[in-house]
């Protein structure tokens, strides 16, 4: 389930009618199901625009390829991007992510990360290392900065973060040694950074400043004992 931003209305996949399709929920008391497609495919991946007024989903095609359809919050025909953008096949995606003001989508594919820009209709392949597996991307609140998970010199992850074209502005993020990051995110107001350390016994959620060096502070919020893990998190507004 998904919330909208604007908390009126929780977007979910569900297959009680088919296959599978996006239904709305109201988030109060009237608790009216509404089907929003009528597609009847796997489909994964729900993200609401920044205005609360447009949903992006991933969808499977046959052959194993993929698409990103867009649908407005009332319903109607969906938006194909690979239509948009005028590509034959996307190949299949990890993620999408909106960008803050609402122009630019993320989305994963064969270890790089790419952005769609849905008013200029084109994409731009932002990593392009072949060599490399670039994941979990994720906007800075002033949509200016992308942060990002890098295998870096051996299988080992650590974060990174560019800017909105694809340019690097430091090497790397996070320095921890015989460690690796994972799920790195933006504080709501920028200025710090947070990811999960894993350590070879347990894994924390650790906060810390925006560029880490060896003696920067940072802040391990759990400190698990051994074998206790850290999978996900979320941060309040």
């Avoid at 609401?48 to 194993?64: D, K, M, Q, Y």
């Avoid at 072949?130 to 906007?139: I, R, T």
Wanted: hydrophobic share 35%; charged share 25%; proline share 6%.
């Amino acid at each position: 389930p998904t919330p909208s931003p604007t908390e009126d209305l929780i977007a979910f996949v569900s297959d009680r009618d088919g296959l599978g399709d996006v239904y709305l929920v109201n988030s109060g008391r009237q608790r009216n199901i509404r089907r929003l497609t009528n597609l009847e495919r796997e489909m994964y991946q729900l993200e609401w625009s920044p205005n609360g007024e447009v949903l992006a989903f991933i969808v499977s095609l046959e052959g194993g390829d993929c698409d990103i359809l867009t649908i407005g919050k009332e319903g109607g025909n969906t938006t194909s991007l690979r239509d948009v953008f005028n590509v034959g096949s996307f190949g299949c995606f990890d993620y999408i992510r909106w960008s803050p003001n609402g122009t630019f989508l993320l989305y994963g594919s064969a270890g790089d990360i790419f952005r769609a820009d849905l008013e200029m209709g084109e994409i731009r392949n932002l990593t392009n290392n072949p060599q490399l597996l670039e994941v979990d991307p994720k906007w800075s609140p002033n949509g200016q900065e992308i942060i990002y998970a890098s295998t870096f010199g051996d299988i080992e992850f650590t974060a990174f973060i560019m800017d909105q074209n694809g340019r690097l502005l430091d090497q790397p993020v996070t320095h921890n040694r015989g460690t690796s990051t994972s799920l790195p995110d933006w504080l709501p107001r920028g200025e710090k950074i947070s990811y999960l350390l894993f350590r070879r016994d347990a894994v924390d959620l650790r906060v810390a400043l925006r560029f880490e060096d060896l003696d920067s502070p940072r802040w391990n919020l759990t400190n698990n004992p051994p074998f206790a893990r850290v999978e996900q998190y979320t941060w309040s507004p």
